[in-house]
Structure formats: C-alpha cells, structure tokens
C-alpha cells in the first residue's frame, strides 16, 4: 500500500524514492511485524488466556513433564504471527503482484483451518480437533487454488517446470502433474510445521531460519541479472516475496519473545499450518521446491519419524522411537527440553546453509 501511495511522489520529494527498493520494503515489513508482536503480543495473550482458561488441552500420553510444565498455557499465538504477517504484507508489497495474493490465500486458509482445529480442541477440551479427512480436503482446495494461480501467473517456460538443486538449466516439465505436485509441497509443508510444533519455541526458529533463507532466494530468483549470475530460474514477479518473507522473519522474532521457554502462548495450529502453508507456497512461486525439503529438513525429519513410527507399529507391533515425532523421542530418553529445542535449533541452520548453497554450486 506504501508505494502505491508514496512512490508516485517521488518526483516532487525525492526521499520517497526508497519505497522503489524491494530491500527497503523488505526492512520496513520486518520492522513492522516485529513491532505489531512487541505492541499488541501481550494483550493478544491476555485476551486468550481468559477466552480459555485451562488453556490447550495437553497430551495424556505424552512426556510427564509437560502436564506440570504446560498446562493453563493458552494456545492460538497463530493469530498474533497472522496478524503481524498480513499487516506488514499489505502495507510494504505491491498490491499488484499476483504472487504475494497467491501465498497470502495459502497462509490464512491455512491459518483459518488450523483455528478452527484450535477452537475445537479448547472447547471440547480434547486433543482431538478438526477431522483429518476434512482437514485435509480443506487444505487441498485451498492449494489447488493457489497452484492453478501461480502457473497461470508464471511465464510460459517455468510454469509447470520442477528445478533440479544443483543442476543449472535443468528444469524437467512436469506439464498437468505439477499442480497435484505443488498441492503436495505446500500440504506437505504445512503439516510438517505442524508436527514439528511441540516444545516452546522448537518450529518458530526454524521457519525463521527457513523464512530469511527463502528472502534471499526471492529476491535472487526476481533479479534477471542475479538470476542469470547464478544460473538460477528467473522467475518474474517473485522477488516481491521478499517482502513477504520479510514480514514472516519479524512476526518469528516478535512470537518468539513469547514463545521462548517457558512459553506464555503456543501458536497452535492456527500459527504452525499457515507457516509452513506459506513456505511451501514460497517455494512453487520460486521454482525451488526441492530446495525446501534442504532448508526445512528438520520439517522432513521430524514427519518421517511419526510416519516411521506407525508403519511399524501396524506391521509388527513395536515401536521404533520410545515416542514420535522424534523431538519427544529424545524428551523420553531424558534430554531436557532446551537441549533438544537448541540443538535442533543449529540443526535447522546448518540444514539452512546447505539450501543456500545450491545457488551457488551449479
């Protein structure tokens, strides 16, 4: 909205002329998310804390710990990430550019589903919210919607292509596979998030790590002549997802003053579905797809253990990890939850420098 209304009098003060620069938006929409979280967080927390009460439902099967530790903290931080993201986007993007629309659709449909899964575990006081199938059937619409919008918004010789990491100029047609594809990346990552989401501020640092990742890979991937430096896919349009990506670093950073242990709020569903909706939504628009399961591979790990774990117990009846996901696995063995949330915290950045080089080494 700024440089709709700023920019055009730059003619007359020239200072207005920053709103031109992408990196100068992109600060500004960091800037703004960090201070909405800073200014509003606390009343946003209060005002869940007594809509819930007893707060979220925790749990009866998992660590010990966590009934004594966790309850009575309220959940639905999301709405406050939510908030500060969407306000910084609008106010610091270019209202035009179809893709910022298309990962925005992404993020809050997926927020709105992850609140109503959050609403109903609080009021039926049951770990048991929004049905699966339904969930999913949800989450589908809304990517299928999304996909269809970034291929048509996508230039003819990119649209339907899957990059490969590491290989210049390859780029393999995956012409009417590729929306169930993307659908897939983007339900994919979402769900992944959300798995990830079980100790005080283990999934936001990660998303941020994987945001500020992606901010470099947006705005590299929108610059033609960094693009082709790289021998990276140019994709036209998508370097404004930098400021997107901006506003999602500052919302991670202000939830996490919250968040860090011992939490004052969780961001539920309502936060971890839209954040990983909204990465793997990044990721289509910029053709790195694959890149995200490098940068967001704790994601991965994480979801591979849970599917691990009950594909064994249905076939042979035992477990492989004494509880999934993984991060509760080592809770079990008796690590204590900030070792587990700040090692897998450098896990996610050493995951994140490897992403960063497949731009480089090609």
């Known amino acids: 909205m700024l440089y709709h209304l700023l920019y055009p009098l730059a003619n007359q003060y020239q200072i207005f002329n920053l709103f ?13 998310a960090l201070l909405f979280a800073f200014l509003f967080g606390p009343s946003i927390i209060r005002t869940l804390k007594r809509k819930q009460g007893r707060g979220q439902p925790i749990r009866s099967d998992g660590p010990e710990t966590h009934v004594l530790t966790k309850q009575g903290t309220p959940t639905m931080g999301g709405i406050m990430i939510l908030m500060s993201v969407g306000l910084s986007t609008l106010l610091w993007a270019k209202w035009d550019n179809g893709f910022v629309w298309a990962v925005l659709l992404v993020t809050i449909g ?19 919210g929004f049905a699966g199938r339904k969930k999913l059937a949800a989450e589908c619409v809304i990517t299928l919607l999304a996909s269809l919008w970034v291929v048509y918004l996508s230039t003819e010789n990119i649209g339907t292509g899957l990059a490969i990491p590491f290989l210049k100029d390859t780029l ?49 991937s929108g610059h033609a002549l960094f693009a082709n430096y790289l021998q990276i896919h140019h994709t036209p349009g998508s370097g404004e997802l930098t400021v997107f990506c901006g506003a999602m670093v500052g919302a991670a950073m202000g939830f996490l003053w919250f968040n860090a242990p011992p939490a004052q709020v969780f961001m539920g569903d309502t936060g971890s579905l839209a954040l990983g909706g909204a ?3 990044i990721s289509v628009v910029t053709k790195h797809e694959l890149v995200l399961g490098i940068v967001g591979g704790l994601f991965v790990l994480e979801t591979v253990s849970v599917i691990i774990q009950v594909a064994s117990f249905k076939l042979t009846g035992k477990r492989v990890f004494r509880m999934a996901p993984l991060h509760h696995h080592f ?20 995951l994140g420098i490897i992403g960063l080089t497949t731009l480089k080494l090609r």
């Not at 009417?176 to 999934?203: I, Q, S």
């Open 279 to 281: 990465l793997g939504a």
């Open 110 to 128: 997926f927020g709105a589903i992850g609140f109503y899964d959050d609403y109903m575990k609080v009021t039926k006081r049951s770990c048991d």
């Open 172 to 220: 393999i047609d995956l012409g009417l596979f590729y929306v169930p594809f993307a659908m897939v990346v983007m339900v994919g990552a979402g769900n992944a998030v959300n798995l990830t989401d079980g100790l005080d501020g283990l999934a936001i640092v990660p998303v941020m790590i994987a945001s500020a990742v992606f901010l470099i890979i947006a705005y590299l």
């Open 20 to 32: 031109r620069y992408v990196t100068f938006r992109t600060a500004g929409a960091v800037l703004t």
């Open 331 to 350: 809770e079990k063995k008796g690590w204590a939850e900030p070792t587990v949330v700040i090692r897998f915290w450098i896990i996610a950045m050493i």
